[in-house]
């Protein structure tokens, strides 16, 4: 079969953010966009020829036009063999997971994560390399950098291929398999934790829960695995059918988008005792008990204190990591349990190293962002059954963990505040003035607090050595307080300015105060410092978790 070869002209606007290649639909369906960001990454990997690529996406619109895209190319690039969810769906978590069980060169997924979806909706593609992990920055600057070269890509006229049917296939001398999209990934699950007692809970009678999918990638994976193999009633898995568009909703599982699953959880004589979600592509998850939210920071701390109750930890962690603006909460635990633990920039690719060389088996982020060493991608559903594991083995409610777990450890306050879609320009004079101020920052005080050390977050990678700057501006207070400001690298309108507020409280009488209130003191100097209200025009964030 010929093999042809199309001229094209780069995008200067290819450069991948925190977790990929992420625009709108509408400039992802510009001529030749997607095919030349392809192309881009083919012309950078090395060991193409004969290897093995998995595809797969979270549903959404758009993602049936690029497999067969991206199928055509990896033919024309000379992969031996091309392993497809069906229906082109695959979780981020699971195809992090078969690119490690089929020894794959690396994956294609198609995702923007949490992004809006639908035809004014965001699409996204990102790499992934050899471990199953994001592919690391050296890896996406190179690959932004072939894109600012392309001239041409090439492509193999096949016929599409039916995605709906298991099956095999040859076409252009590359094999392509159409897998179930779950079942590696249920094996995985059934390795880690203990499906007789998490089967033995839920199907009890006396407890309930809800797993909100949000119409995205996970729904086929919570039904199976909640519903089919562990005996959940039917309609335990709420919003469980992916659509293109999610419903029109916003798949990112927190309390502001997660709004039907919140008020069932907060309701008034409510019989609901844990409820979970998770996000577009099945990354994220967010858990919450009656009346009761857990931080992803403190989930993490929780899962940490307690990893030995699942059999897949059994033996002990060999330490912690969390992205530096996730609360401290996690340390704690390290500290206490004499294990190593680690501070990374935001965006799963810095856990990478570590969990390869075996420094750590938990992580965690604050953006709802949880996982082990068993992939190299947060991983939602992961998240959700190791709580229903400890839930089973405590026989103790969501709450009721979280605060032994605060009178054990204390409580780090925790909060973050998003302004979204503010100007890109104004965003950067904040960025800058505060920038300007960091060196005059150190010693002053702020009411009773006093700024131990204030900087621009760097890092250095304990395993390659790799150093990340501008990660972000930390204000450091002596008491252990913080406040952090960084510009999201996902949005794809304008910019978003996210604040991060944590304050330690080691006095168990002060744990029930409300969030923000307990905030109040370091939100009003976060406004104080950077003049959010001067800057951005707005009074108020538009989404705190
Ligand atoms: C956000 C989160 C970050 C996460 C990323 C991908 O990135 O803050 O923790 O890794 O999404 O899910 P941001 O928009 O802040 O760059
Ligand atoms: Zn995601």
């Not at 950067?428 to 505060?434: D, I, K």
Request: proline share 4%.
């Amino acid at each position: 079969m010929t093999i042809q070869t199309i001229k094209t002209t780069p995008y200067n606007d290819q450069k991948p953010g925190t977790s990929g290649l992420r625009k709108s639909v509408k400039q992802f369906k510009k001529s030749d966009y997607l095919q030349n960001f392809v192309q881009a990454i083919f012309n950078t990997l090395e060991g193409i020829q004969g290897s093995t690529l998995i595809l797969g996406g979270d549903g959404r619109y758009f993602n049936r036009e690029a497999i067969q895209i991206i199928l055509r190319m990896a033919a024309a690039a000379g992969f031996g063999r091309v392993i497809i969810g069906q229906g082109g769906i695959l979780s981020t978590p699971a195809a992090s997971n078969l690119i490690r069980q089929y020894q794959a060169l690396g994956g294609i997924i198609l995702s923007a994560s949490h992004n809006a979806g639908g035809p004014e909706g965001d699409f996204g593609i990102k790499f992934n390399i050899a471990n199953g992990g994001p592919a690391p920055e050296s890896l996406t600057e190179a690959i932004f950098a072939a894109s600012q070269h392309i001239h041409e890509y090439h492509i193999a006229p096949i016929n599409p291929v039916p995605l709906d049917k298991l099956g095999a296939y040859e076409i252009s001398g590359m094999q392509v398999e159409v897998i179930d999209s779950v079942s590696a990934y249920e094996e995985l699950m059934e390795s880690l934790f203990d499906f007789d007692k998490i089967a033995a809970l839920l199907q009890s009678g006396s407890f309930k829960m809800r797993f909100d999918a949000m119409h995205a990638v996970t729904g086929p994976y919570a039904h199976r695995i909640l519903e089919e193999r562990l005996g959940a009633p039917e309609g335990t898995v709420i919003h469980g059918q992916p659509l293109a568009d999610f419903g029109g909703g916003h798949p990112d599982p927190n309390q502001a988008h997660a709004k039907e699953l919140m008020s069932l959880l907060y309701a008034r004589n409510g019989d609901i005792d844990f409820g979970a979600a998770s996000d577009g592509d099945g990354d994220r998850n967010m858990i919450l008990g009656k009346q009761f939210f857990v931080t992803p920071s403190d989930s993490l701390a929780v899962l940490a204190a307690n990893a030995t109750a699942a059999p897949g930890y059994r033996n002990g962690i060999a330490g912690i990591a969390r992205s530096m603006p996730t609360s401290q909460a996690p340390d704690r635990v390290a500290v206490k349990l004499g294990l190593p633990y680690f501070e990374t920039p935001t965006g799963w690719k810095f856990f990478g190293n570590l969990l390869d060389a075996g420094k750590i088996t938990l992580c965690g982020e604050e953006s709802f962002g949880t996982s082990s060493n068993h992939v190299r991608e947060k991983d939602g559903l992961w998240a959700v059954l190791f709580w229903l594991n400890l839930l089973a083995e405590k026989q103790d409610s969501v709450s009721n963990i979280v605060r032994k777990h605060w009178a054990e450890y204390g409580r780090n306050y925790y909060s973050r505040h998003d302004y979204e879609e503010i100007d890109l320009k104004a965003a950067n004079e904040l960025v800058n003035a505060l920038l300007e101020q960091l060196p005059s920052l150190s010693g002053k005080t702020f009411g009773k607090l006093c700024v131990a050390n204030a900087d621009n977050f760097a890092y250095t990678d304990p395993v390659d050595g790799s150093v990340s700057k501008n990660q972000g501006i930390r204000i450091l207070f002596t008491d252990g307080s913080r406040i952090i400001f960084r510009l999201s690298g996902t949005g794809t309108q304008g910019a978003t300015l996210r604040v991060y507020l944590e304050k330690y409280e080691a006095d168990p009488s002060k744990h029930d105060q409300d969030v923000q209130e307990a905030l109040s003191e370091l939100i009003a100097i976060a406004e104080q410092v950077a003049k959010i209200v001067a800057f951005t025009g707005r009074e108020a964030a538009d989404v705190i978790t």
